[in-house]
């Protein structure tokens, strides 16, 4: 099993520090796919707003694109630094 660097983001006086970067991007893509539904279901709701819902059902279909390519880049990367990328089931 390999140790990746943690990330960390300087925001004035506090540390922002991301450890597992492929789990945090796979969760924060995770938050922007239930967004993009969610804010599409509301605009639904009136006729004026149905081209802007189709839109972010169309934005929250691309992210679903994207959730495996996150899972991939992960388990390419570990096998790439040396792992045995074994562990790749337990992220999700």
Known sequence: MTTQKALTIEIGHEELV????????SI?????????FLVGSVLFFWESTTVA???CFLLGSIEFLV???I??????????????????????
């Open 28 to 36: 924060a893509n995770d938050v922007l796919i239930a967004l993009w």
């Open 53 to 55: 819902a189709t839109w």
């Open 18 to 25: 991301i450890r597992r970067r492929y789990e945090a991007l």
């Open 67 to 69: 959730r495996p390519g």
């Open 71 to 92: 899972r991939l880049a992960r388990l390419v990367h570990i096998r790439r630094i040396g792992g045995s990328g074994m562990d790749s089931s337990t992220d999700f």
